[in-house]
């Protein structure tokens, strides 16, 4: 009896050592991440929005890792005590998308340009795109103007889907969402002094081996060439 328990155990705590590292990541990362994910082997991400995110892992969600596209998120998880190794890894442009064959837009037109159509943004109160996008219209000035026409979603992806699929003709995104569909272009890039700087952000929920080797990659050489070639920024070091 005492063997067979012995053999339980020993078999639980191989299984309990291989589980996958589980991360829970910003939308705007999925290219990148995916590519990691496959360099590295053994690897579940779940993707939403920032805040979204945050507040699932203070309700107790078992994620191992999480990244964040905005440092405000990470405060409350780290003032709960619920994330160790709190670094940036990656910064971003703001742009506006349009569909594939629009012109280039002058910002100061974007009210008139929109016409009787919508302008898709991540929530403004707690998606990263949608609060830096907001600050970016505030400080340009025309906020007031094109907010009755904002479409609401709860990801930066959902609002890329919305132009490609033709249903919105202009969306706020970052630079490398552009990248995801061939159905939209860049046609604006919102001044970087005009909301504040891009920030991801990550976090470690769970100190196993093979999370922290997660981490590290993604903040090292390997994580680094990976996200430059999806169009992401280093941030300074």
């Known amino acids: 009896m005492r063997f067979l328990l012995s053999l339980i155990l020993g078999m639980w705590a191989q299984v309990a050592v291989s589980a996958p590292v589980t991360v829970f990541a910003a939308a705007s990362l999925k290219e990148p991440l995916d590519a990691l994910a496959a360099e590295i082997g053994d690897v579940v991400i779940s993707y939403g929005g920032s805040g979204t995110l945050a507040r699932q892992v203070l309700a107790g969600a078992p994620a191992d890792l999480i ?24 910064s971003n ?19 008139i340009a929109l016409g009787n159509g919508r302008l898709a943004m991540g929530y403004t109160t707690s998606v990263p795109a949608g609060i830096y996008g907001r600050a970016a219209l505030q400080s340009l000035g025309i906020w007031e103007a094109v907010a009755p026409r904002v479409a609401q979603v709860d990801n930066v992806r959902a609002a890329l889907v ?20 061939s159905d939209v272009r860049v046609v604006a890039t919102f001044p970087a002094q005009s909301h504040a700087p891009i920030r991801y952000v990550g976090g470690v929920v769970n100190e196993r081996p093979e999370v922290v080797a997660f981490w590290e990659a993604l903040r090292g050489p390997q994580g680094q060439a990976i996200l430059v070639d999806a169009g992401f920024a280093q941030v300074a070091r």
């Open 93 to 111: 442009a703001l742009v506006v998308i349009a569909g594939a064959s629009a012109p280039d837009l002058d910002l100061a037109q974007l009210p």
């Open 67 to 90: 990244l964040l596209a905005n440092a405000d998120w990470m405060t409350p998880l780290q003032d709960a005590g619920l994330v160790s190794q709190v670094d940036d890894f990656a």
């Open 162 to 181: 919305l132009v490609a699929r033709g249903e919105v003709p202009f969306a706020v995104t970052y630079v490398t969402d552009a990248r995801a569909s």
